[in-house]
T-cell receptor, first 112, second 117 residues
Framework: DGGITQSPKYLFRKEGQNVTLSCEQN?????MYWYRQDPGQGLRLIYY???????QKGDIAEGYSVSREKKESFPLTVTSAQKNPTAFYLC???????????FGDGTRLSIL | AQKVTQAQTEISVVEKEDVTLDCVYE???????LFWYKQPPSGELVFLIR????DEQNEISGRYSWNFQKSTSSFNFTITASQVVDSAVYFC??????????????WGAGTKLIIKP
């Protein structure tokens, strides 16, 4: 089945540690997005990519990094510079501005 | 600036009641797209509907219906005969061109819908 796969489902980070969240899609979509959601809040855009080897900062990019080496993959690294990383992270992809974004099941990140 | 407002933070109704979730948007674009998503307690976001700015026809899908009115910049969502399984957070979103064909969604803050048995 076509869709978006995020892994892991749960992730724990130690102080000073970088962690990477995986996002893979087989929908052949050009655009991919990373969002952060805090409890009881809406979605905030971290990074987005419209094409391979190109990505742009969203509203809250500080403390995060991404890469887009393949069309199917858009991993997000939460660096030690992100002092408050505990949140629910959602990855999405889209076939165009008139198309809906399709979401993965999300990754819940917590600090140990 | 583009903006999406969902003024209702939380709505609680008894099962079988009808409920309407409001969405008001602001945009300078003449061509734009509006979306509704559902986020159940499990967390995943489920796409419900897309509407483009040139199609003001209301849409019905089972117990769900959407009322798009450009004159008031609103795109409201009604659930008829609500069920407990409808309990979720519902998000309205507007597609925005940032620059050079780069698009992102502008999200409302969401409305938490609680359906009591």
């Amino acid at each position: 089945d076509g869709g978006i796969t995020q892994s892991p489902k749960y992730l724990f980070r130690k102080e000073g540690q970088n962690v990477t969240l995986s996002c893979e899609q087989n929908l052949n979509h050009d655009a991919m997005y990373w969002y952060r959601q805090d409890p009881g809040q809406g979605l905030r855009l971290i990074y987005y990519s419209q094409i391979v080897n190109d990505f742009q900062k969203g509203d809250i990019a500080e403390g995060y990094s991404v890469s887009r080496e393949k069309k199917e993959s858009f991993p997000l690294t939460v660096t030690s510079a992100q002092k408050n990383p505990t949140a629910f992270y959602l990855c999405a992809s889209s076939g165009g501005p008139d198309q809906p974004q399709h979401f993965g099941d999300g990754t819940r990140l917590s600090i140990l | 600036a583009q903006k999406v407002t969902q003024a209702q933070t939380e709505i609680s109704v008894v099962e079988k009641e009808d409920v309407t979730l409001d969405c008001v948007y602001e945009t300078r674009d003449t061509t734009y797209y509006l979306f509704w998503y559902k986020q159940p307690p499990s967390g995943e976001l489920v796409f419900l509907i897309r509407r483009n700015s040139f199609d003001e026809q209301n849409e019905i899908s089972g117990r769900y219906s959407w009322n798009f009115q450009k004159s008031t910049s609103s795109f409201n969502f009604t659930i008829t005969a609500s069920q407990v399984v409808d309990s979720a957070v519902y998000f309205c979103a507007l597609s925005e061109e940032i620059m050079d064909s780069n698009y992102q969604l502008i999200w409302g803050a969401g409305t938490k819908l609680i359906i009591k048995p």
